[in-house]
């Protein structure tokens, strides 16, 4: 699989991509894979937010996290992008019904203060799952999230 042409996160124009293609979703839009719809997807993308946001998630302990750092990282970190129907971690699963627009209101909130916070402020900053990472390594971690999620819905 090739490299993606990984875009800046933290960056105004990125911003207003993602956000154009998020608002290109519909309730009822079909997937190209996987089992998730538009809501659930969208309510799964905002947990890795949750995760770097708020304490709403309980963080591994200091085994599951070297085996998470030993086995994940490389994989959700670098700018390779993840293969269709991938494995999900437990947390990241959606399987009720999610509201289509509070979660998308949710995920473009979380991109928009994303941005605002820069780059700087993820230099170094710790994960729930991985430890410190470079500002790259979130930009990386949060941008290829997004886009293989909103490729699976074709926009």
Known sequence: MNSLD?????SPDTTAALTQRINQLQTRTKQL??????????AHC?????MAYEEKHPKPNAFKRAILRLLLKNTVVNETPYKRNSATAPQLKMSSDKNF?????RLLQYIRYT????????EGL???SFGPLSS????????KHLDHHLNQFGV
């Open 6 to 10: 990984m875009k800046n996160i933290f």
């Open 33 to 42: 894979w996987g089992k998730m719809n538009p809501a659930q997807m969208l």
């Open 46 to 50: 905002n947990v890795i937010y949750e």
């Open 101 to 105: 627009a509070t979660e998308k209101d």
């Open 115 to 122: 941005e605002s916070l820069g780059a700087a402020h993820f």
């Open 126 to 128: 710790d994960s729930h």
């Open 136 to 143: 790259q390594e979130w930009n990386n971690m949060f941008y």
